[in-house]
């Protein structure tokens, strides 16, 4: 740029998938407005591949402290390299940094960084370390309150869609899974993901054996069960009463190449979890199981999206199972029983009419649409 120094923004988003995936309207409308400015985000490592090949940013920082909620490889372990980190962010001499995160810690990173602004959510008593505080609000989606900081600063908002960007390598690495897993390339492909980190929260597995064996029934549907490593066990629950045999992605792919497998399918079906939020990034329509957490800042994001709540007089809880309420008979929370098998498959049926499944082309960028 001639004659003027170049702004540098910062963005601080760090930790989860889904988090991350929700961040992306974000920086789309604040690259718009700021084509010419350097934007660094600040991101953790493993869950950065989600948005590999985003254009919106110049650089990706990756902050990975040792945390209980997330997975973490614990690289900024110590004070010494917590203060390393900082000073790291320091030296890059930013003019203004977003703060999209809500704890008190990162509102001082912020202000450690040396940036004469600094905007974000008035939360966790620190808004004495922001320049401009905006209200967050728990009855909005993450996605509009994260829009909500760029109009508060002054930013024009013209759009709120997801977006998802897959290489053609991973495209070919799908088409060798499937072809190798012995699927078609235009037979019909509905992913399954039924696990949680907690698994009092999910939607029994017996109920997603009576989804999948009736989607087969109806539509001749083949299922790809998505998962970690640690899901194995319940996947071979699964794997033995689904007809036929579904097709196996539980800890065998990465993030990368899940993503890849779930952009050829027609659906998915889902409890609350990050690849729910990667599937509507890739603009897969889906139908996503919520019990005890509120779907209302988390659900997924996007026009092809259902969402099974029943919204019951406690729910949103605090998700400390079974002290607070009473198990079913199956050892689940009333709340998630409520959804039947029959709700389920009337969901579907409204995304997946019967018509010609077609496989949907390869494309370097797959842009998701506005909701």
């Given at each position: 740029?001639?004659?003027?120094t170049?702004?540098?923004?910062?963005?601080?988003?760090?930790r989860?998938?889904g988090?991350?995936?929700?961040?992306?309207?974000f920086l789309?409308?604040?690259?718009r407005?700021?084509?010419d400015?350097h934007?660094?985000?600040v991101?953790?490592?493993?869950?950065s591949?989600?948005?590999?090949?985003?254009?919106?940013?110049?650089?990706?920082?990756y902050?990975?402290?040792v945390?209980?909620?997330a997975?973490?490889?614990?690289?900024?372990?110590?004070?010494?390299?917590?203060?390393?980190?900082?000073r790291?962010?320091?030296g890059k001499?930013?003019?203004?940094?977003?703060?999209l995160?809500?704890?008190?810690?990162?509102?001082?990173?912020?202000w450690?960084?040396?940036?004469r602004?600094?905007?974000g959510?008035?939360?966790?008593?620190?808004?004495?370390?922001?320049?401009?505080?905006?209200?967050?609000?728990?009855?909005r989606?993450?996605?509009?309150?994260?829009?909500?900081?760029?109009?508060?600063?002054?930013?024009?908002?013209?759009?709120?869609?997801?977006?998802?960007?897959l290489?053609?390598?991973?495209q070919?690495?799908?088409?060798?899974?499937?072809?190798?897993?012995?699927?078609?390339p235009?037979?019909?492909?509905?992913?399954?993901?039924?696990?949680?980190?907690?698994?009092?929260r999910?939607?029994?597995?017996?109920?997603?054996?009576?989804?999948?064996n009736a989607?087969?029934?109806?539509?001749?549907?083949?299922?790809?069960?998505?998962?970690?490593?640690?899901?194995?066990?319940?996947?071979?629950?699964?794997?033995?009463?689904?007809t036929?045999?579904?097709?196996?992605?539980?800890?065998?792919?990465?993030?990368?190449?899940?993503?890849?497998?779930?952009?050829?399918?027609?659906l998915?079906?889902c409890?609350?979890?990050?690849?729910?939020?990667?599937?509507?990034?890739?603009?897969?329509?889906?139908?996503?199981?919520?019990?005890?957490?509120?779907?209302?800042?988390?659900?997924?994001?996007?026009?092809?999206?259902?969402?099974m709540?029943?919204?019951?007089?406690c729910?949103?809880?605090?998700?400390?199972?079974?002290?607070e309420?009473t198990p079913?008979?199956r050892?689940?929370?009333?709340?998630?029983?409520?959804?039947?098998?029959?709700?389920?498959?009337?969901?579907?049926?409204?995304l997946?009419?019967?018509?010609?499944f077609?496989?949907?082309?390869?494309?370097?960028?797959?842009?998701g649409?506005?909701?």
């Open positions: 740029m001639t004659g003027k170049q702004k540098r923004i910062l963005v601080l988003r760090y989860f998938i988090d991350t995936i929700l961040t992306i309207p789309r409308n604040l690259r407005a700021e084509p400015a934007i660094a985000w991101v953790a490592p493993g869950s591949e989600a948005i590999k090949g985003v254009p919106y940013v110049d650089e990706l920082i902050w990975d402290p945390t209980i909620h997975d973490s490889t614990g690289t900024h372990a110590t004070l010494s390299s917590k203060i390393a980190f900082i790291r962010l320091r001499r930013f003019d203004k940094v977003y703060v995160k809500r704890s008190f810690s990162s509102g001082i990173m912020a450690l960084t040396g940036a602004q600094r905007v959510f008035a939360t966790e008593g620190r808004g004495f370390l922001l320049t401009r505080g905006v209200p967050y609000q728990h009855d989606h993450e996605v509009q309150n994260f829009l909500e900081v760029l109009r508060a600063d002054g930013v024009p908002v013209t759009d709120d869609y997801l977006e998802a960007w290489t053609p390598e991973e070919q690495f799908a088409d060798g899974f499937f072809q190798a897993a012995g699927v078609a235009n037979e019909l492909v509905i992913g399954f993901h039924p696990f949680t980190a907690n698994p009092p999910a939607w029994h597995l017996d109920n997603f054996v009576d989804v999948a989607l087969h029934e109806r539509y001749k549907a083949r299922i790809i069960l998505f998962g970690g490593a640690r899901d194995r066990e319940q996947a071979e629950y699964l794997r033995k009463r689904i036929p045999a579904p097709v196996m992605a539980v800890g065998v792919t990465s993030l990368r190449q899940s993503m890849a497998l779930l952009y050829r399918c027609k998915l079906v409890n609350d979890s990050g690849i729910m939020h990667l599937a509507a990034s890739l603009s897969v329509p889906l139908v996503a199981v919520f019990g005890p957490q509120s779907p209302v800042k988390f659900g997924p994001w996007g026009g092809k999206c259902i969402v709540y029943e919204g019951f007089p729910s949103p809880c605090k998700q400390r199972f079974f002290q309420c079913s008979p050892g689940k929370p009333e709340c998630i029983e409520a959804i039947t098998v029959q709700k389920v498959l009337e969901s579907i049926q409204t997946m009419p019967l018509a010609a077609s496989y949907k082309s390869a494309l370097v960028s797959q842009a649409e506005s909701p």
